[in-house]
């Protein structure tokens, strides 16, 4: 379990968009609607200030989650069997 850490939420016109932008582990994708409960995640899994791949480079750096909103200023990510360290990671995200 990590401390908190700053992130970026945006929405570029075709829908949001999330990067974490401090820590040494980082992510950068975007959300694409799965009904009323959730949202899916795809993005890239990246270190430091290293650019970030395009999601689709490959399962190093591929990410696929299911966003869940636990009320209006908390939600979080839930990545089903990353690539590394875990057999789950979920994030979590306050305003």
Same mark, same amino acid.
């Given at each position: 379990?990590?401390?908190?850490?700053?992130?970026?939420?945006?929405?570029?016109?075709?829908?949001?968009?999330?990067?974490?932008?401090? *820590?040494?582990?980082?992510?950068?994708?975007?959300?694409?609607?799965?009904? /009323?409960?959730? &949202?899916? @995640?795809?993005? =890239?899994?990246?270190?430091?200030?290293?650019?970030?791949?395009?999601?689709?480079?490959?399962?190093?750096?591929?990410?696929? *989650?299911?966003?869940?909103?636990?009320?209006?200023?908390?939600?979080?990510? /839930?990545?089903? &069997?990353? @690539?590394?360290? =875990?057999?789950?990671?979920?994030?979590?995200?306050?305003?």
């Amino acid at each position: 379990i990590y401390g908190w850490f700053k992130c970026k939420v945006t929405d570029d016109g075709s829908g949001w968009r999330l990067e974490k932008i401090s *820590g040494s582990q980082r992510t950068k994708g975007r959300f694409f609607d799965d009904g /009323e409960k959730r &949202a899916i @995640y795809l993005g =890239s899994f990246y270190v430091n200030d290293d650019p970030a791949k395009p999601y689709g480079s490959g399962p190093q750096t591929d990410q696929v *989650g299911y966003a869940f909103r636990n009320s209006a200023k908390e939600w979080r990510i /839930e990545f089903p &069997a990353p @690539y590394y360290e =875990s057999k789950l990671d979920i994030i979590e995200f306050k305003r």
